[in-house]
């Protein structure tokens, strides 16, 4: 993954009205549109765009009693702003000592684009994937016979 050189080792975002904040440092582990039907739901969108860092890389900076955590599943979890509804972070006992933070609440470009379509298999029929990414279907889906 080629990764422009960004100003500073450390990465800030937020939510939009502002009350959380956070920073991480460099460098991410991977970046990945993500089509589960949890990540559709969450935020209302076809696809959610994520990066993947190491757990210990993340700092919160503001909003630890307005961040709030929404289990999806047994094993995983959004976390959004209680003030605005932001959803902006993602964990899972799947990828475990990583978080995700959605690629759109960063405040300056990583300079970096997906490298790859997760769980295609459920993509919305609505938009149009012509970008050549490599398609990745959910590994643990069950086979119909």
């Known amino acids: 993954m080629q990764l422009m050189k960004p100003k500073s080792n450390s990465i800030s975002g937020g939510c939009l009205c502002g009350e959380v904040k956070f920073t991480f440092t460099l460098p991410i582990k991977w970046c990945a549109n993500c089509h589960c039907t949890r990540c559709q739901r969450s935020h209302g969108a076809g696809f959610v765009t994520w990066v993947g860092i190491n757990e210990n890389q993340f700092s919160l900076e503001k909003g630890n009693g307005v961040l709030t955590w929404a289990s999806s599943s047994k094993k995983s ?12 972070l993602f964990k899972s006992t799947k990828w475990g000592g990583e978080i995700h933070i959605t690629l759109a609440n960063l405040h300056s470009s990583l ?5 790859t379509h997760a769980y295609f298999d459920t993509h919305v029929d609505w938009l149009n994937f012509d970008d050549g990414l490599k398609r990745i279907d959910d590994p ?3 086979v119909k016979n």
């Open 77 to 88: 979890k959004y976390g959004f702003c209680s003030k605005c509804g932001s959803s902006i």
């Open 140 to 142: 643990n889906k069950k």
């Open 111 to 115: 300079g970096i684009k997906p490298q």
